[in-house]
């Protein structure tokens, strides 16, 4: 996931990065790299949003700016919601076609402005969480609010399972903070799976921040079969694509 940067340097530029999963998203095709640097932009956004104190006057200036903008894009809504999962692609399970197929999850959807800083990769049998929590991300002052914390360790783990062939949704889900993670510095995640069962899989991971571990998780979770997934995804991608259709016909 391309993250704001903590300087928040301004991108005049479209993502180059090629996007092969999402392309084939009915609501992306031929706009992704442009969707992307809209996302990017919005996290920027939020982050100044929080960290900015200008005048009465310059905020009710800006909040008009984007007022209209946010009309401009209430126009874009379509009737029927878009789908939330791009088409499976074939190959290696976890790391980066675990966040491609999903672009705009809570956690690691790359088109998603609320989703966390955090880029998935793959080192079987682990899966690995990379990423900066800026000033939006913070709880106790210079630290990562431990639910952020928890809501990477959900995904980190989900793609961990995926990578062992067991996925499902959580049952349960425990931390052990031992220290705090600070904002602004880079941070590791690793989850594994440690044993799994016909209807459950466990997984272990931890943080690790300047050669530090800093939490702790464990998580149970159920496994469902990919085709009951699969099938809810494509029912929803199907009535989005007869809406498209009736609209241009």
Not at 78 to 97: I, W
Not at 185 to 194: A, I, K, M
């Amino acid at each position: 996931m391309a993250a704001d940067g903590i300087a928040g340097t301004v991108r005049t530029t479209v993502e180059t990065e090629p996007l092969p999963s999402v392309e084939r998203h009915p609501g992306l095709q031929g706009r992704a790299n442009e969707a992307h640097a809209l996302a990017d932009q919005l996290r920027r956004l939020i982050r100044l949003a929080v960290s900015i104190a200008p005048s009465p006057q310059e905020t009710e200036e800006m909040t008009a700016q984007l007022a209209a903008v946010a009309d401009r894009m209430e126009r874009h809504v379509p009737d029927v919601p878009l789908p939330r999962y791009a088409p499976a692609e074939e190959g290696p399970s976890g790391g980066a076609l675990v966040d491609d197929s999903m672009p705009f999850d809570l956690t690691v959807g790359r088109f998603n402005p609320l989703a966390l800083p955090v880029r998935l990769t793959a080192d079987p049998p682990k899966a690995l969480g990379h990423g900066i929590f800026n000033v939006a991300y913070e709880g106790a002052p210079g630290c990562v609010h431990g639910g952020a914390l928890a809501a990477t360790f959900d995904i980190v783990f989900s793609a961990a399972n995926t990578i062992a062939g067991s996925s499902g949704p959580t049952v349960r889900l425990g931390l052990r903070y031992r220290r705090p993670t600070l904002i602004n510095e880079e941070t590791l995640f690793e989850g594994w799976v440690t044993r799994a069962t016909d209807r459950r899989v466990f997984s272990e991971g931890h943080i690790i921040q300047g050669g530090i571990v800093t939490v702790e998780a464990e998580g149970e979770f159920a496994i469902f079969e990919r085709s009951d997934v699969d099938r809810m995804a494509a029912g929803r991608r199907t009535a989005f694509d007869d809406a498209m259709r009736r609209v241009r016909d």
